[in-house]
């Protein structure tokens, strides 16, 4: 059975950094990652690792945001720097399993940036 657990999220300020964590067990994963929605949005991708060492970004959060992946424990960590208001959203971890194709997701954590 498939379980993603989250870890970080919380209220930070304005510029600050905040980190997010999710441990994928019960299957193989050919990608991991984090996605979001804001209230009023459409979830939107915010970063993906696969496992050939490939990763997607939003340009949204280039040069902001940076993922990371540990394939031994299949954990991914999301690190944001430099936050802004609009970075304000639910995130979702990710996953994709590699025997089926089916996406996964965790339960979310809320991130508020204030200004």
């Known amino acids: 059975q498939v379980q993603l657990v989250e870890l970080g999220g919380g209220l930070v300020q304005l510029g600050g950094p905040l980190r997010l964590a999710c441990a994928a067990t019960g299957s193989t994963f050919s990608s991991l990652g984090w996605y979001r929605q804001a209230p009023g949005k459409q979830r939107e991708l915010v970063a993906t690792?696969?496992?050939?060492?490939?990763?997607n970004n939003a340009d949204s959060v280039k040069g902001r945001f940076t993922i990371s992946r540990d394939n031994a424990q299949n954990t991914v960590h999301l690190q944001m720097n430099s936050l802004k208001p609009e970075d304000t959203a639910v995130y979702y971890c990710?996953?994709?399993?590699?025997?089926?194709?089916?996406?996964?997701w965790g339960q979310g954590t809320q991130v508020t940036v204030s200004s």
């Open positions: 690792f696969h496992s050939g060492g490939t990763t």
């Open positions: 990710n996953a994709v399993s590699m025997w089926s194709g089916r996406d996964f």
